[in-house]
């Protein structure tokens, strides 16, 4: 089984694996089972960090996965996994915030998560879902939710709390009132997009980056034309190390 490495999380302390499954499949909601199967083989192989989110509709096989791997003894128990889900833009209200989370939780089948993120630095109307109308936008009361996210983690309801998609400007309008500074910002980082100035503004305030899409996002609306998995380049490192591009991007994530 592999041994994936672990950072600590600056603002709580917390042991997060620097290597994790997302569950993001699209269309979304599609295919529960094979997001299950996929889990169950992931915890097989070593896999201890699962991503997941409202916006997804993954959360529920997420958490079949796991109430298998328990029962099968894959694990001894929940607390061997770091689980993340995301806040989404209909429930990025103040008010709302908690009940979204006690949702998550529902449809997860767990007492808490280890990471709860602010999906995207925007807020929807309540109700709206995929595809909005653009007079569903509206702006976040960053003070608010945060606030919100804060006494979700004084609840335990979740170990830590974060962001994702965050940019420099909004990352510094949160940390302004903030009493809990957040502990990870999420966002798509690869070796076409290196965010070299939001990766120095979280290093200087503590905030862990996490990248998602860093081999591509096979499928998506928002692909690009080019993915980091099909460069020549990057596919002729890999070769002469004997390595996939896959590997060659796990084994050196910077």
């Known amino acids: 089984m592999a041994s994936i ?22 269309p979304f909601g599609e295919d529960e089972a094979t997001v299950k199967q996929s889990v169950l083989h992931a915890i097989e192989v070593g896999y201890r960090h699962f991503d997941t989110a409202a916006l997804y509709q993954s959360e529920k096989p997420l958490g079949d996965a796991i109430a298998e791997a328990l029962q099968r003894g894959l694990i001894k128990s929940r ?8 806040l989404f833009s209909s429930n990025c209200h103040s008010h709302l915030v ?5 949702q998550t939780l529902k449809n997860l089948g767990l007492e808490y998560l280890d990471l709860y993120l602010i999906h995207v630095p925007v807020s929807l109307k ?8 653009p ?6 009361d960053f003070e608010g939710v945060w606030k919100a996210m804060e006494e979700c983690q004084n609840l335990g309801l979740t170990k830590s ?48 980056i996490t990248a998602y899409s860093a081999l591509g996002s096979k499928g998506t609306p928002w692909e690009l034309n080019s993915r980091p998995i099909d ?24």
């Open 5 to 26: 490495p672990l950072a600590s999380l600056a603002s709580t302390g917390q042991k997060i694996p620097l290597i994790g499954l997302g569950t993001a499949e699209f």
């Open 126 to 133: 309540p109700g709206a879902q995929l595809p909005f109308a």
């Open 231 to 254: 460069c020549d380049a990057l596919k002729e490192i890999a070769s002469g190390r004997e390595k996939t591009v896959a590997q060659k991007k796990i084994l050196n994530p910077k």
């Open 98 to 102: 908690l009940p979204a989370l006690q």
């Open 161 to 208: 709390i974060g962001v994702s998609n965050f940019t420099c400007k909004k990352i510094e309008k949160l940390l302004a009132t903030a009493r809990i500074p957040p502990a990870v910002n999420q966002v798509e980082m690869n070796v076409f997009w290196q965010q070299k100035q939001l990766r120095k503004l979280c290093e200087e305030k503590g905030i862990h």
């Open 135 to 140: 007079g569903d936008i509206l702006v976040m």
């Open 79 to 86: 607390d061997e996994l770091f689980v993340t889900s995301k």
